[in-house]
């Protein structure tokens, strides 16, 4: 199933707020922006994260695009983030503002956010070296974000298949 289906399937099950992880910060705004062709808010949650974004301060470059993209109910979070945008998303997500965030799997290192389902784009990750297979530590960690206790009773996790995998067995 392309990525978007699942995304919009997801939301239409309730299994919302989510987190879809991509592996380069590049492919996490290049998702959010593709994503705000499709309705994944209504008029009245748009309206609520406008409110609580009233007074918040975006610099050019990178923070109009967040604002962009926040105006669209689509949150961003990785590592090359200004700490201050990281924050906002946390507390955009905390609040219940946000059902959809598009971020990499620094998520999975201490940040603790409602999430009920975690969509991972795929299972390899550039190393630095090379592209390679998450161990079983890097899943369970970015997997252990769905769910958390406190916030949900339990969580999911959605791997896609990448596009060049075997098919499914009918």
């Known amino acids: 199933t392309p990525l978007l289906e699942t995304i919009e399937s997801l939301l239409a099950a309730d299994q919302a707020p989510l987190y879809v992880v991509h592996f380069t910060q590049a492919q996490v705004v290049e998702r959010a922006q593709a994503l ?13 994260i406008s409110e609580a974004l009233a007074g918040f301060r ?20 990785h590592g090359g983030m200004l700490p201050k945008y990281r924050r906002l998303v946390e507390r955009l997500t905390k609040a219940g503002l946000l059902r959809v965030v598009v971020g990499t799997d620094t998520l999975g290192v201490g ?13 390899a990750k550039y190393d630095g070296t090379t592209s390679r297979l ?16 406190g916030y949900d009773t339990s969580g999911l996790v959605v791997v896609q298949a990448p596009e060049h995998g075997p098919s499914p067995r009918p």
Do not use: C, K
Request: net charge positive; aromatic share 4%.
């Open 36 to 48: 705000t062709s499709a309705q994944l808010t209504s008029r009245a949650e748009r309206d609520a």
């Open 134 to 149: 998450l161990n079983a530590r890097e899943l369970h960690q970015i997997a252990g974000r769905a769910g958390r206790a």
């Open 58 to 77: 975006f610099a050019p470059g990178f923070g109009r695009t967040l604002s962009r993209l926040l105006h669209h109910g689509i949150g961003v979070h």
């Open 111 to 123: 940040v603790n956010l409602p999430l009920r389902t975690v969509v991972l784009s795929g299972l």
